[in-house]
């Protein structure tokens, strides 16, 4: 790969490709660019094409359709859409390696004028992402109180269209070859995919996976307050709720019955959660596949059927994982009455040398802020033969999204295969269980993930409810 600056010469370090992949990975999980999703479509798009030689095709227009989902219709010479986004990039980019990326063993820059970025290698190294230190922790700590605004530190928000419409842009951020998985399917695997390859398992000929999130129903008061309803029978959104079934269902009756006229609100979803999705829907949308999002209470038997699918979420915050969890050596468990998260569990029935019978959340024992998660990453066969179930959940949204970082990255899934290889055939997955550890900064910010321990699943059919969806 060589690269060219402004004047067209060469830098005097080229790095080798697979540290420029693996820069171009660090930057896009950084705590810089975590909110900024259509920066790490646009950073992502170009660098890949970059690396992979095809840096000719970085034209104006090309990278306004392909990289930001502007129709085929696009004029750059009226929509500048491409040089204030690539304006946006240069500046946060400067502001991830003045803090995050000051010991980076790659410096990657775009010069002013031009869409192809510049790979130099530096002196320095830097820990593996997935292995934070105490320098790590306090750049995110930098990055934080960096903030405009203050980070709200509650379990759900809002999933907006603005949102959704980045994931799917996300979907074709990128290209790799066309090569079979084991079952015959069309599925995109790089040469030194082991990520796609690994997920490519999972999917066998299914190119449309249903990935569903989790979204709680809420009361809803006239001041926009929200009350947590855990179970019970529901209506549409924003109909309003009868009182005697708020004060039966509701997570603290008590309140709720000076709350005056409720609606059901059912709008909004885990922060760990839809950092999950994105990475999900990117990393199978590089292979070519178009993944189904939707909410959990609407997946079908239908989907059940004719899909794989990807449930997100423990069975405290997704029903549907509770219905189709599989049976296994590890399982969730919330000892507290309200079903608290912060004080659920992960209890191991057969716990190995070095494993612990309990997981739980870990706090900072002053400030009480959350600094450890855990997660459990199950994949078991579904309904029916040929089809399979993903479960990623934490005991907290960060928990999810933690897992989810871990089994899209090469490290994470090096660390399964090295355990998985051991189980079973090379061209299936076995059914599995393993669980994560998640180390937190401020309680919000997922510094990285890494194995605990893997259990293997029966070869069971998890259990599908009979006529009806999974439901609330």
């Known amino acids: ?253 008590d309140i709720v019955a000076k709350a005056g006229k409720l609606y059901y609100e059912n709008g909004y979803t885990g922060t760990g959660e839809l950092e999950a999705v994105g990475m999900l829907a990117g990393l199978l949308g590089r292979m070519g596949v178009k993944p189904i999002l939707k909410s959990s209470r609407d997946v079908t038997p239908d989907d059940l059927s004719q899909h794989n699918v990807i449930l997100l979420g423990s069975p405290f915050q997704n029903p549907a994982v509770a219905q189709l969890m599989a049976t296994g050596d590890f399982s969730y468990s919330n000892p507290d009455q309200h079903h608290e998260q912060w004080r659920a569990q992960i209890l191991d029935a057969r716990p190995r040398d070095g494993e612990k019978s309990t997981y739980g959340t870990e706090r900072d024992q002053t400030s009480k802020v959350l600094t450890t998660d855990y997660s459990l990453i199950t994949i078991a066969p579904g309904v029916l033969p040929g089809r399979w179930i993903a479960i990623i959940g934490g005991l907290d949204t960060k928990g999810t999204e933690g897992a989810a970082m871990f089994v899209t990255s090469k490290h994470g899934i090096e660390r399964l295969n090295s355990v998985l290889n051991g189980m079973g055939s090379s061209k299936e997955l076995p059914p599995f269980q393993a669980l994560v550890r998640v180390q937190l900064a401020k309680g919000y910010q997922v510094l990285g993930a890494d194995l605990i321990s893997v259990h293997g699943l029966q070869p069971a059919k998890a259990e599908s409810p009979e006529g009806t969806p999974p439901a609330h």
Request: hydrophobic share 45%; aromatic share 10%; net charge negative.
């Open 1 to 253: 790969m060589a690269n060219v600056d402004a004047e067209g010469h060469a830098p005097a370090n080229e790095p080798l490709i697979e540290d420029c992949k693996e820069q171009v990975r660090r930057v896009v999980q950084s705590a810089t660019f975590r909110n900024a999703v259509t920066l790490q479509l646009l950073f992502q798009f170009l660098t890949d094409k970059t690396i992979s030689g095809a840096a000719e095709c970085l034209k104006e227009y090309t990278i306004g359709v392909e990289a930001l989902g502007r129709k085929p219709d696009f004029d750059p010479k009226v929509d500048p859409i491409v040089r204030v986004q690539s304006h946006r990039l240069r500046v946060k980019l400067k502001e991830y390696y003045d803090v995050e990326g000051q010991r980076d063993p790659v410096l990657i820059q775009f010069p002013k004028g031009h869409y192809v970025p510049t790979f130099e290698a530096m002196s320095a190294s830097l820990p593996a992402l997935s292995e934070p230190d105490a320098a790590a922790e306090a750049t995110a700590e930098k990055i934080a109180e960096r903030e405009a605004q203050p980070a709200r530190l509650g379990w759900w928000f809002l999933v907006t269209a603005v949102a959704m419409i980045a994931l799917g842009y996300w979907l074709g951020a990128s290209r790799a070859d066309k090569h079979l998985s084991a079952t015959g399917a069309a599925v995109a695997v790089p040469n030194d995919g082991m990520v796609e390859s690994f997920w490519a398992r999972f999917l066998g000929s299914d190119s449309s996976p249903v990935i569903a999130y989790p979204d709680a129903v809420f009361l809803l008061d006239d001041s926009n307050d929200l009350f947590r309803f855990r179970h019970g029978a529901i209506d549409s959104r924003g109909a309003v709720v009868d009182p005697h079934v708020a004060h039966e269902f509701a997570a603290n009756p």
